[in-house]
């Protein structure tokens, strides 16, 4: 029997839990010892969150466990080898937002973290037809020259527009590296809490120094749709529905919806070595990520166990945290709990409710987790052949290959369209699919010749109309219709086919601790960010609980694969430990 035969008949939807086993763990320290030991500091989840956590702890000499419940560390920025020879970013799979500092004071380069860039960074094939596409990224003459394919005007004002975005991008780059202004400790604090709390308003100050003239703009941002933003813009219904998308992504939300023109910055907020705006792909996959993450904070001594799930934060009589119990039963003591779960698993479920207020748990239960997201991953025998832009007669790779390639965004009214039906409870009808092929520019995480392939596919709801779940036939049902889209841009892509790995919105949170399937550990709306993320009165990382706090994606700034909510929680958790002692 061929390869491709053999994996076509044993990894045709999902796949045993001995292929699942096979991961790409970067780094799996087993001590027989650690569970014996007192921490100064026990991190519940080995997410690039809580790893960057542990790291900055461990660093500054607090003796640090990290706890993962997995078999592998990395949370949703992981690698795993779930068809053998191809090694899959399983959630999150393209990397851009790691803060710079985060780089630098880590040493990821030493510890072996490598991204390959992309030079063109969005591929639209249109069915319009004609074949058209839109290719963006390379040079500035490139990328006007394309637009112009649509719009002359369009291609005059994109790099206005561009520079507009990175303008504000910039602007709010001192807000990510600070932990919100607490209010409630200025207002009610002793004068020393009243102190600390107004050191985070120099990063407001310098956002709104930085802002100046551009205020109006970043209020319109913050609180207009995209749609009307980008209609301002552009005429062009393919460069809207492309840029449209990085406003949407992740979120159960239109263009049209008020305020999701805010996620438009993330764009080119990013920097990889020095490069603002650019997006790369880690060699090895994400997992690439968490393990130099994982290296250097072993490097200064932190202790990281896997498949050590913690069922119990304990609290002393006097109300702080003090500890954790494992599942097994197993108590392991510290001085301070840092918590990489979402806001619900770490309250609702690791703490007594009698440790908390009613009114507490009722602001995180109120918590919007709604998901969209449906990830797919796919290894196949050969690169994608879109009719927009033949496959080289040698089959290597295109530039277009290695972009986020935008299916079904011939228009705004495509996404919202998708969108409306998603909240019926539908699966929609044009689905929008966001396709990398990470192969295209890492041959390390395929054969030679194959390639993996993440599909990011919204919108689908959590639970279908009726009530009905997401079974595997019903999983399977909705692959096939994304392949089926695929196969009218790239015909022959459904032959190509050997395995692939359909990840709804429930799998999501039951695999990666995603409540709701949200990749953001919480909604990114505006009701849900600085302030209020994960509620109001309690955005600085700590909790109602002295010790315990969050150091996730749940609080500010929010999701994707940043490492700001770890390193702000560290440096809040390490202030309170040093002013304690």
């Known amino acids: 029997m061929s390869f491709k035969l053999l994996l076509r008949s044993s990894c ?3 796949f045993s839990q001995s292929t699942l086993s096979r991961a790409f763990s970067v780094s799996a320290v087993h001590r027989s010892d650690a569970l014996n030991q007192e921490y100064d500091a026990i991190v519940i ?3 690039h969150n809580g790893l960057v956590t542990a790291a900055y702890l461990q660093k500054s000499g607090l003796k640090t466990l990290v706890l ?3 078999h592998l560390i990395g949370g949703a920025a992981v690698t795993e080898e779930i068809v053998p020879g191809f090694k899959f970013s399983r959630c999150s799979y393209v990397l851009s937002l790691l803060r710079p500092q985060i780089y630098k004071d880590l040493e990821l380069k030493k510890h072996g973290l490598k991204v390959h860039l992309r030079d063109h960074y969005s591929f639209t094939p249109v069915l319009d037809g004609k074949n058209s596409y839109l290719l963006m990224g390379g040079s500035k003459e490139e990328t006007m020259k394309e637009i112009s394919k649509f719009s002359t005007k369009d291609a005059k004002a994109f790099f206005e527009y561009e520079d507009m975005i990175s303008t504000l991008a910039d602007a709010i780059e001192p807000l990510l590296d600070a932990p919100p202004v607490e209010m ?6 002793g004068l020393l809490d009243r102190f600390k709390a107004m050191k985070p308003l120099r990063a407001v100050l310098d956002t709104g120094s930085r802002l100046g003239k551009d205020i109006p703009a970043f209020y319109e941002l913050l609180t207009a749709p995209t749609t009307k933003v980008l209609d301002y813009w552009f005429e062009s219904e393919p460069l809207k529905a492309t840029l449209a998308t990085d406003a949407v992504i992740g979120a159960m939300m239109s263009p049209k919806t008020p305020g999701s023109g805010y996620v438009l910055l993330h764009h080119v907020m990013g920097e990889i070595e020095g490069i603002k705006g650019a997006w790369g792909y880690p060699e090895g996959g994400m997992g690439a990520v968490s393990g130099s993450i994982a290296r250097s904070a072993e490097s200064y001594g932190a202790t990281i166990l896997t498949s050590k799930p913690v069922d119990k934060v304990l609290v002393n009589s006097d109300g702080s945290a003090c500890g954790v119990v494992l599942t097994d039963g197993t108590e392991i003591k510290s001085k301070l709990v840092l918590s990489n779960a979402t806001p619900r698993v770490t309250y609702c479920n690791l ?3 009698e440790d908390l207020s009613q009114d507490f748990l009722d602001k995180i239960n109120k918590i919007d987790y709604t998901s969209p997201v449906t990830k797919i991953n796919v290894a196949v025998d050969s690169l994608p052949n879109f009719t927009a832009i033949p496959n080289k007669a040698d089959g290597t790779p295109s530039p277009h290959h290695g972009c986020t390639i935008h299916m079904n965004c011939e228009s705004m009214d495509f996404l919202d369209e998708a969108y409306q039906e998603a909240l019926l409870g539908l699966i929609p009808t044009r689905p929008m699919i966001e396709m990398v092929i990470p192969s295209s520019c890492d041959p390390t995480v395929a054969p030679p010749g194959s390639h993996v392939i993440s599909l990011f596919t919204q919108y689908t709801p959590y639970t279908l109309k009726g009530g009905q779940e997401w079974d595997e036939n019903m999983k399977n049902v909705y692959a096939d219709k994304i392949f089926d889209v695929i196969e009218n841009y790239a015909p022959g892509f459904k032959a190509s086919v050997v395995g ?3 990840l709804t919105p429930p799998d999501l949170e039951r695999i990666f601790g995603l409540t709701g399937g949200n990749i953001f550990h919480g909604s990114m709306s505006l009701d849900q960010l600085y302030f209020a993320r994960p509620a109001p009165s309690y955005s600085d990382y700590r ?3 002295e010790g315990l706090y969050l150091c996730g994606s749940g609080g500010h700034p929010g999701g994707g694969v940043m ?13 309170d430990f040093k002013s304690r002692k």
């Open 184 to 189: 409630k400790r200025i207002m009610n604090g």
């Open 12 to 14: 045709r939807g999902h």
């Open 500 to 502: 692939r790995d359909i």
């Open 68 to 70: 993962e419940r997995r």
């Open 563 to 575: 490492g700001a909510s770890g390193k702000n929680a560290a440096l809040t958790a390490l202030n």
């Open 45 to 47: 989840g080995a997410g």
């Open 351 to 353: 703490v007594d409710k």
């Open 543 to 545: 909790s109602p609980i």
